[in-house]
T-cell receptor, first 115, second 109 residues
Framework: DAGVIQSPRHEVTEMGQEVTLRCKPISGHDYLFWYRQTMMRGLELLIYFNNNVPIDDSGMPEDRFSAKMPNASFSTLKIQPSEPRDSAVYFC?????????????FGSGTQLSVL | EDQVTQSPEALRLQEGESSSLNCSYTVSGLRGLFWYRQDPGKGPEFLFTLYSAGEEKEKERLKATLTKKESFLHITAPKPEDSATYLCAVRGSARQLTFGSGTQLTVLP
């Protein structure tokens, strides 16, 4: 299995531009999570989906952030407009929710730099 | 609100020098305590899940233990390849994991 695949690996953009991050979860997994990691705040949950439906988006910092999961094999996280404080590593993770020892499998992340 | 505190923030060990990392937590209805390893430029990689006080799990030089308020990750005779950031996370009544800030471990040859 290829694992969770994220793209791009690195994104450098200017303040005010739209940024789209992409994620392909592990085939068969029914939960998908978006996390953001910074030195100051560590790993923070932004939003998660179950069977393509958003369940909890309380971690989304503001209306500039949006996430979609149009099908079981693809999700996007969009920031519009981007700001320098959005600079962070964004991780996507997936899991099989019905397992007793459910664990999250993470992608390699997208390093976002907003200038 | 679930909370996880890890200590120390950073730890430097000589190869072969055993030590422990601490994870203190508060959670409503613990449904699992997780340890992950994160290497630079990569996503966290799963190590262990613990579910109840007194439980222990082992993997190579690592052993994780759990009490009602904290978990320890014991590293026995570490090697340089054990250098990484070790993250602790809890799952309470909600589905998501709440992570601590991690302990950055450096093992010197």
């Amino acid at each position: 299995d290829a694992g969770v695949i994220q793209s791009p690996r690195h994104e450098v953009t200017e303040m005010g531009q739209e940024v789209t991050l992409r994620c392909k979860p592990i085939s068969g997994h029914d939960y998908l999570f978006w996390y953001r990691q910074t030195m100051m705040r560590g790993l923070e949950l932004l939003i998660y989906f179950n069977n393509n439906v958003p369940i909890d988006d309380s971690g989304m910092p503001e209306d500039r952030f949006s996430a979609k999961m149009p099908n079981a094999s693809f999700s996007t996280l969009k920031i519009q407009p981007s700001e320098p404080r959005d600079s962070a590593v964004y991780f996507c993770a997936s899991s099989l929710g019905h397992l007793l020892n459910e664990k999250l499998f993470f992608g390699s992340g997208t390093q976002l730099s907003v200038l | 609100e679930d909370q996880v505190t890890q200590s120390p923030e950073a730890l430097r060990l000589q190869e072969g020098e055993s030590s422990s990392l601490n994870c203190s937590y508060t959670v409503s209805g613990l449904r699992g305590l997780f340890w992950y390893r994160q290497d630079p430029g990569k996503g966290p990689e799963f190590l262990f899940t613990l579910y109840s006080a007194g439980e222990e799990k082992e993997k190579e030089r690592l052993k994780a233990t759990l009490t009602k308020k904290e978990s320890f990750l014991h590293i026995t005779a570490p090697k340089p390849e054990d250098s990484a950031t070790y993250l602790c996370a809890v799952r309470g009544s909600a589905r998501q994991l709440t992570f601590g800030s991690g302990t950055q471990l450096t093992v010197l040859p």
